[in-house]
């Protein structure tokens, strides 16, 4: 339903003669109304900035989802690793800073192999 604002004036005035509606619910519809623009504008305002950085020229994704490929010397270096972090979590914390220092200075090989040990596996 539309108004013209002159009949939307008569109906507010009818309104608030009838005293179904009070000057405070209209300052507070009001108050919302320009609250809910200052956000919209504030949006636009950052949108704008979003979009005026897509310009910038884009690096081409590879074919494989762009998934990195990683070489079979660091996949290796990844399973290790992990091997290496699943038993240092195993290993009590007061003693984790010597196998630490092993893995630094020997290697992780070399400390995941003391860690089984340790373990008894």
Not at 14 to 23: A, F, P, R
Not at 54 to 77: E, F, L, Q
Not at 100 to 120: C, P, V
Request: zero cysteines; aromatic letters at 4%.
């Amino acid at each position: 339903m539309r108004f013209t604002p002159a009949q939307a004036h008569h109906v507010l005035q009818q309104l608030l003669n009838d005293g179904t509606v009070s000057h405070e619910e209209i300052r507070h519809i009001l108050d919302t109304q320009r609250e809910i623009e200052r956000l919209e504008s504030r949006l636009r305002v950052l949108r704008g900035q979003r979009s005026a950085g897509r310009g910038a020229p884009r690096t081409k994704v590879a074919s494989n989802g762009g998934h990195r490929r990683i070489s079979s010397n660091g996949r290796a270096s990844y399973r290790v690793q992990g091997r290496y972090i699943g038993y240092l979590r195993q290993i009590p914390k007061r003693e984790r800073a010597r196998f630490q220092r092993i893995a630094k200075g020997e290697g992780r090989e070399r400390a995941i192999h003391l860690m089984r040990q340790r373990l008894g596996k």
